[in-house]
């Protein structure tokens, strides 16, 4: 039986950790707050900021874990070189959550050293080197802090005035102790998908049906299994996804992103764990969804094929306030055929926080994308947050 630590135990890792201990795992769900929704599950949990190194490192002598899931961007990544140096097993890898937990290592490590098309982008620190950036750039640009989740900190600034606020909020989003911002040129996109990919040590790297996403305020908002994409674009994200992972190395899964446009594929963005418009995959669209394609490749069990078996849409659910949630709807958004409901289980609300998701499906193959979005977004509006 394997002992595994989860850094970070939102609503993706909650889900980890059940299709985890249907494999026989003890799991150490560690997050900075109590009551996080992993922890409600696991077996034991810790609570401690993991950019203290030193609470990291007592954690982990006092648990000995096998494995160390990082499930989460803010993590003092340099201590998992460390205890991989150790015996334990970092998940994907250590490189990997070190690069993809700033965005300016992940960026260059994709445009500089893989050759992969990107958008044009550059970095700042503080307001000169930003609007010196922009100048360079355009307008309109897109403004991310280099370490965050959710769409924290990220804006599309369209004129000159709008250019003190959102360096601003970028600082305020960033996570962690690194403060400074990436400015990314504007690309002319008709979608923007996640291609999930798994990584196997004991099989070939295999990938979901392409899934396309909706986002505002920088997080998604619904995301549809699949997206109808070009053979021709969809061989080209899958070969750039083989490139950047197998720099990385380690067994898992992967969200990466990708902007599809008239000129080619796009990289945006990647995630060495499941990603968040991934949760669509909880509607049984394939054989095994993103949590336990990601258990079964960090326990390196092999994954002969992933089948996709019918489309499926997610709309998000979210808070309006600040507060302790309560729920109301529940009943009405069961009414409808097809579909499912999932609650995170966070302990308390925020604007915009991200409390459940509301799943539809369609096992006849017979409904059109657009309906299959209709009724999933008339679930989520049944679901109220107080």
């Known amino acids: 039986m394997k002992k595994v630590m989860m850094l970070g135990s939102g609503e993706l890792g909650k889900e980890v950790v059940i299709a985890l201990q249907r494999l026989g795992c003890t ?3 560690c997050d900075s707050y109590k009551g996080a929704p992993a922890m409600q599950v696991a077996d034991f949990f810790e609570v401690f900021s993991m950019l203290d190194a030193k609470a990291l490192e007592e954690a982990v002598v006092k648990h000995k874990p096998d494995i160390i899931v990082p499930e989460v961007e803010s993590i003092r990544t340099d201590k998992l070189y ?12 250590a490189k990997a959550a070190n690069y993809t937990m700033n965005r300016k290592l992940i960026r260059d490590l994709a445009a500089k050293e893989l050759g992969l ?16 950036a922009v100048e360079t750039i355009g307008l309109p640009c897109v403004v991310k ?19 003190k606020a959102a360096f601003s909020y970028a600082m305020e989003g960033s996570r962690g102790d690194l403060k400074e911002i990436i400015i990314e040129g504007f690309i002319d996109f008709h979608t923007e998908i996640t291609l999930l990919t798994v990584t196997q040590d004991v099989g070939e790297t295999l990938f979901c049906a392409p899934i396309g996403h909706r986002q505002e305020r920088g997080d998604y908002q619904e995301s549809w299994q699949p997206c109808p994409m070009n053979p021709g674009q969809l061989k080209e994200a899958e070969e750039m996804s083989c490139k950047v992972t197998a720099a990385l190395g380690g067994s898992g899964i992967w969200g ?24 669509v995959t909880l509607a049984g669209t394939q054989n095994f969804n993103e949590f336990e394609l990601h258990a079964r490749a960090l326990l390196g069990l092999k994954i002969p094929e992933i089948e996709f078996r019918y489309p499926g849409v997610s709309a998000v659910v979210l808070a309006e306030k600040e507060g302790v949630p309560k729920y109301s709807g529940l009943k009405e958004a069961a009414e409808f055929p097809q579909s499912d409901i999932k609650i995170f289980g966070k302990p308390t609300t925020r604007p915009y926080r ?10 006849t193959n017979t409904e059109s994308l657009e309906e299959l979005r209709d009724r999933a977004a008339k679930i989520a509006n049944e679901i109220k947050v107080h």
Request: proline share 6%; net charge negative.
């Open 82 to 93: 460390e205890f991989e140096s150790q015996g334990i097993q970092i998940t994907p890898s």
């Open 256 to 279: 990466i992103e990708f902007f599809l446009t008239s000129e080619g594929v796009y990289f945006s963005e990647l995630s060495p764990r499941p990603h968040d418009t991934g949760m």
């Open 145 to 163: 802090p280099l370490m965050s989740s959710s769409g924290k900190g990220q804006s599309v600034v369209k004129e000159v005035s709008e250019l």
């Open 27 to 29: 799991v150490i769900a």
């Open 117 to 132: 098309r990107t958008a044009p982008y550059a970095y700042a620190s503080n307001l000169e080197e930003f609007e010196k």
């Open 354 to 363: 991200r409390m459940a998701v509301a799943l539809a499906y369609d096992r």
